[in-house]
């Protein structure tokens, strides 16, 4: 059982986020009988509860089975007993627990669910780009939606995008629809002495394209000992003055490894966050974003979906989509094991 003190004494420390990550007394005796309420459905419903690293921390400490990226909640999607799956996220990470468990429900709590990246680009606008250019390999981010994923050959994650790259048979790869990260993409290969021609769309995240190397200058001055991290969603001229660069458990790895005491995460705010919770010896210097779309996941609304979805909280795919979908993750899932 949690009570209004022990989530308090939890959550209470996070000073990164502004209001959205702000956690009084008030706050935690509004979220501790929500919480406790979810934990005994989940039980009573067999549902299991995944949550991305963006979402809130009442969220991802307070009910979430899973919290990790957007590779690792897939495994988990793939691998789970429960007959029902809450994906607390953004809507392309739900729809792709349902390509792999299309017997399961899967239900989306978060209202609006978006994601700048999957909202760029349409499955129609893949099918014509593939008829201009027949001699490329599609690869897709994962954050796309499932009519995407049915037209292309492979989907990436932050956490393996460069090695399926590098690995996939052809030397012609159209990369959608993430544009900076595709010119992230373009110069590893280059660094690395792999030739191939690299074609990118032009979507970006709301939230990464805001950071620019101004702001890792400034920190530096202001915090010399400071490591500074960025996700490849963010522009080249903030990689290239990154000491890593990395998926967002990625990241996590990273930062537990350090030796250093202060960090700078170019990222979504609620990175920050959980590692502050999570290693409350380290300091976490600089700003963050907010997304908005992951921000939208509340305790209330999986109290609700929990207890009586609506037609719009329930993830539902076309079977023929869905078994195309299925062979571009499972693509991912041999590249990166293999
Ligand atoms: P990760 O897979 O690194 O968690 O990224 C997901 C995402 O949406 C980043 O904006
Ligand atoms: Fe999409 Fe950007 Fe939000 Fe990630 S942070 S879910 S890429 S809008």
Same mark, same amino acid.
């Given at each position: ?190 660094? /690395? ?130 078994? /195309? ?8 899932? /041999?590249?990166?094991?293999?």
């Amino acid at each position: 059982m949690v009570t209004a003190e022990s989530l308090y004494k939890k959550l209470g420390n996070i000073k990164i986020g502004g209001n959205v990550c702000k956690y009084t007394m008030e706050k935690c005796k509004e979220y501790a009988p929500l919480i406790n309420e979810i934990n005994e459905l989940k039980k009573e419903k067999n549902a299991v509860i995944l949550a991305h690293s963006y979402v809130s921390p009442e969220v991802i400490h307070g009910v979430s089975d899973y919290s990790g990226d957007s590779y690792e909640l897939s495994k988990n999607a793939q691998g789970t007993d429960a007959e029902t799956i809450v994906f607390s996220a953004v809507r392309f990470m739900a729809e792709t627990a349902k390509i792999l468990n299309p017997e399961k429900q899967v239900l989306i709590p978060s209202s609006p669910n978006g994601c700048t990246l999957a909202d760029a680009i349409s499955g129609e606008e893949v099918k014509r780009l593939k008829a201009e250019n027949p001699d490329f390999t599609f690869i897709c981010y994962i954050n796309t939606t499932a009519e995407v994923k049915a037209e292309c050959d492979v989907c990436v994650t932050s956490s393996n995008v460069y090695k399926i790259a590098e690995n996939v048979p052809n030397d012609k790869i159209f990369f959608v629809p993430d544009k900076l990260m595709g010119l992230n993409l373009i110069e590893d290969l280059k660094a /690395r002495g792999i030739n191939k021609t690299i074609k990118i769309h032009h979507g970006t995240c709301y939230a990464h394209e805001k950071y620019d190397e101004d702001m890792i200058q400034y920190i530096r001055q202001q915090y010399p000992d400071a490591e500074v991290l960025s996700h490849p969603e963010c522009n080249a001229g903030v990689l290239k003055h990154s000491d890593y660069v990395g998926s967002t458990s990625q990241m996590i790895n990273y930062v537990k490894a350090s030796t250093a005491n202060a960090f700078f995460l170019l990222t979504e705010c609620g990175l920050s966050a959980r590692l502050q919770l999570e290693l409350p010896d380290k300091k976490f210097v600089g700003t963050c974003t907010l997304c908005k779309y992951m921000k939208a996941n509340t305790l209330e609304d999986i109290l609700r979906v929990l207890k009586a979805p609506e037609q719009k909280d329930i993830v539902e795919l076309d079977e023929e989509i869905r078994k /195309r979908a299925l062979h571009c993750i499972s693509e991912m899932f /041999r590249y990166t094991e293999g």
